[in-house]
């Protein structure tokens, strides 16, 4: 009888080779939100499976090949996402009258260094095919933050203790309530705000919606 450890081994080995093979698919589509997504989930599913390999074989963590690919892996955790069923991309609503601040983890940590930005995502045009809609939609979130034009804030994130220097860090992001309201894209990068360049495409990114508030009239 195969032994439950080594059908987890398996599944790893087999994960991690899908792991691959979908980090190549993001790289080549430019940050497809579908490879993205399919990204994240093997992540998380390798993150698991490697927890029980080793308390199955009694050792403690020790980086491997797969477990430096999947370093630095941020996510914003508070709101939860939603995932749009027509684009698979991760959304995230705010109304900057209930809450300005965003909450999210980095994971495998190993760079020194974190920003987020905030880009203006062009409107676009609804098409009557469904899947011209899909790549119409996937090209204005990859192409929002390539226009200078669009950066709408660009920042250095500050972990939550003080100092990113633990294998898992907090942070926050503060947004400006005065933004205004609209669809964004919110990028996190495992890199310093300074080294960012336009061009610079993430693995994680949210379709970012500011509620359209309606103030009261001045009295
Ligand atoms: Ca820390």
Redesign the pocket.
Known sequence: MVRKETLVQVAVVALSIAFAAVCVAVYLTRGNVRCIRAKLRLGALLLNLNGLVAAASGCIFTPTCYAVAMSDQMQITDPVPTYSNETGEAEIAVNLDERTELQGMVYERQAEHFSYRICARPAVAVDAEPDTDIAAETAAVNDACADAANIVVQEDLV?A??????YE?AFAIVLDQALPAGDYTLQLHPVAAADLQPATWSHYQYRLTIADIVKPLPK
């Open positions: 972990a203790d003080g100092a990113f220097d633990q860090e």
